[in-house]
């Protein structure tokens, strides 16, 4: 699913300024939002749900090198010296602020998930569901996506996990590969609606 959806947001337009809170906070450099971007196929994700009567997955795609930069800026690092698992603590920091920004906003109680991070990934499909909002931000160089999905049938995280989903995702400590897929927490029941 692709382009925002017919279903309306309840965040009536307060996403950018969430992200831009978020980062003039966090980060020492701007980023500036680009109108009529759209969430890329590959990149760096990071996404956090929100359950409860008002379920919603809040996804960040970052390009690569803007990951590093935001990477690198949080645990003031040289980018160089940067490894999978302080990309994966920093991208899925920010969806847990941004997704904790949100759901602050929600009409009704919800709680929200750990983050999961994926890098240099193609970007999860969110299966039942349909955009509601989305904002791009760029530093002049790469880009940022935050999408805003709401869920449209009964298999949110709170009702049923994933079929055979058996143990958790997050790699060993100290082994960390190139491509990593990773939770803090164990993944067995998680969401069956993320594809």
């Given amino acids: 699913m692709t382009g925002l959806a017919e279903s309306a947001s309840v965040l009536d337009g307060s996403l950018a300024e969430i992200v831009r809170e978020t980062f003039g906070v966090m980060l020492a450099f701007e980023l500036f939002e680009q109108p009529g971007g759209a969430v890329a196929r590959t990149g760096h994700t990071s996404l956090v749900h929100i359950t409860g009567e008002l379920p919603h997955t809040v996804l960040l795609t970052f390009g690569p090198h803007l990951g590093d930069r935001i990477t690198a800026e949080l645990f003031e690092m040289p980018p160089d010296e ?59 160089h790469d880009t940022l996506t935050v999408a805003v999905w709401k869920r449209q049938d009964s298999a949110t995280p709170d009702r049923g996990g994933a079929a055979g989903a058996t143990g958790s995702t997050r790699p060993a400590r100290n082994s960390v590969p190139s491509r990593v897929s990773w939770s803090p927490s164990s993944c067995a029941g998680w969401p069956a609606w993320i594809g």
Avoid at 95 to 115: D, M, T, Y
Avoid at 128 to 133: F, I, K, L, M
């Fill in 82 to 140: 940067l490894d999978d698992e302080a990309r994966a603590d920093a991208l899925g920091e920010l969806a847990n602020v941004i997704g904790g920004g949100i759901k602050s906003l929600l009409p009704s109680f919800g709680q929200l998930s750990l983050p999961t991070v994926t890098l240099g990934e193609s970007v999860p499909i969110i299966i039942g569901a349909v955009q509601t909002d989305l904002v791009t931000f760029t530093d002049g």
